[in-house]
């Protein structure tokens, strides 16, 4: 008898480690993965590797009933050769599903196919790779993660001045999730290998920076204002914490996006209609969390 195996990328991180909580509470043979040898991931067993080595990825995969895998921050020609090694990976384990999170970044689905390219993104080389692959897979397609608030230059001055500066202006719409509704939809799409492609992620319809302010507003029990911080203040922010080069870009993805109408999702690839996996709203994710 087959055991059912799930392998969960980043499963100390802020997205894998939900999956495998939820995964671990069903009762499912967990892996792991981590680069931390010395991890304890109640529920699973610890594999230590990453992105680098495709001949231990093959390993790992081969006879999977389930692969949870989304890409770390790093420089793009890095995450564009740990997303080769992946497919790779795949291609040559063929485990039976493969759920890929795009993070958030971008999914051009309707010219992604150069595959010589040396620009191509990381996502799309893996979004291709696996659609080539001939393995049953899904990608979820978040816009911005809630948890994006809980950085501590987000959060700490709406408690201690109840401001919520974020970097896009009061009146932008997104289509918000966390990443505990990311592990709701992978759980979900590991039991229906009928549904294929592109998975959207958020609210919908899309909220604005005033329906945040009132949610944390709600939960915090004060008034709290929302204000446009600039890229420049972002960054400055988070480079000491993803380092300088990854922080200007994400700085730069917020520039581009100011451009944009809005970052809503398609209802109709949204994980509500394909999935009937409804995602949390804002107060219902602070409630969740215990802020």
Known sequence: MTVMTYVIHGATG???APVVSALAT???PVVALTRNPDAVVPGA???AIDYSSTNDLTQLYREATGVFV?????AEGDRRTYAGNIVAAVRAARPARVVFST???ALDTAGSREQDNPDRSAVMTLFDGLADSGVSYAAIAPELF???LLMPHVVTPVREDGVLSYPLSADFAVSWASHLDIADVAVALFERPDVTGVVSVGQYPAITGHDLAEAFAARFGRHVTYETMTPEALQTALAPMIGDGPAA???DG???MAALPDRAIAPERSAQKLLGVTPRTPSQWLADLGL
Not at 70 to 74: E, F, Q, R
């Open 254 to 256: 917020y520039r581009a």
């Open 45 to 47: 067993r610890v594999a």
């Open 14 to 16: 802020a997205q894998g």
């Open 249 to 251: 870009d994400v700085a």
């Open 103 to 105: 993070s958030g970044f």
């Open 70 to 74: 989304h890409l770390p921050i790093a």
């Open 26 to 28: 069903a009762g499912k």
């Open 146 to 148: 809630l948890e994006n």
